[in-house]
């Protein structure tokens, strides 16, 4: 028997998928960088994708994510708003939460393969 | 703002990823349909990618999932292993203990969202 772990993607969902581990990490390279384009870069991902990904979580969950702070869709900078700070903050708090709950309730329920 | 909630797949690996929905419900599907053929039917899958889905969880979790009663890979009867109703046991109350601890947990860290 090889180690058993448990691995958790955790996505927000309104209708449609909405926000998960790639729009979230997008986020957390825009405030570093200050620019989408550069965020796409670091992430291997097109700058039309990552624009694609944020207007789509935008739309969904009905606020804005980033100020445009020069060139908007022409690849200026960007910055995180106040709304796109905390979500990031819940969801990153609720991924080590829920994480951690699932490493022991794994525990309870696998015990048994550890025995074989 | 439309109603959020999370969603998680929740998967097992050891060094990769072996276990996980769509395997789950394919064991489902056999103990329904006492055939693999039978269960990668009911599930648009061919039956050649349900086979290396099966024998790789087999390999990653070092036991046997299914017993051949008849054909084996030409695609006679199957059944589920002691070993395979107990993980799937297992898995299923872990999934339902880490969604329900989720939905708590969504419910406390995006409160701020229905204030909005």
Same mark, same amino acid.
């Given at each position: %028997?090889?180690?058993?772990?448990?691995?958790?993607?955790?996505?927000? +969902?309104?209708? &449609?998928?909405?926000?998960?581990?790639?729009?979230?990490?997008?986020?957390?390279?825009?405030? $570093?960088?200050?620019?989408?384009?550069?965020?796409? %870069?670091?992430?291997? %991902?097109?700058?039309?994708?990552?624009?694609?990904?944020?207007?789509?979580?935008?739309?969904? !969950?009905?606020?804005?994510?980033?100020?445009?702070?020069?060139?908007?869709?022409?690849?200026?900078?960007?910055?995180?708003?106040? &709304?796109?700070?905390?979500? !990031?903050?819940?969801? &990153?708090? +609720?991924?080590?939460?829920?994480?951690?709950?699932?490493? $022991?309730? +794994?525990?309870?329920? +696998?015990?048994?393969?550890? $025995? &074989?």
């Amino acid at each position: %028997m090889h180690k058993l772990h448990p691995g958790l993607t955790i996505r927000l +969902f309104t209708e &449609e998928k909405c926000f998960g581990p790639g729009v979230a990490r997008l986020l957390r390279q825009v405030e $570093q960088t200050h620019s989408l384009r550069a965020a796409a %870069m670091s992430m291997q %991902m097109a700058y039309s994708k990552a624009w694609t990904i944020v207007k789509k979580a935008e739309r969904e !969950l009905g606020f804005p994510l980033l100020h445009s702070t020069t060139g908007g869709r022409s690849g200026g900078g960007a910055t995180l708003t106040a &709304e796109a700070v905390r979500l !990031l903050e819940s969801y &990153e708090a +609720f991924c080590q939460d829920v994480n951690e709950h699932a490493r $022991q309730a +794994f525990q309870t329920r +696998f015990a048994w393969l550890e $025995q &074989e």
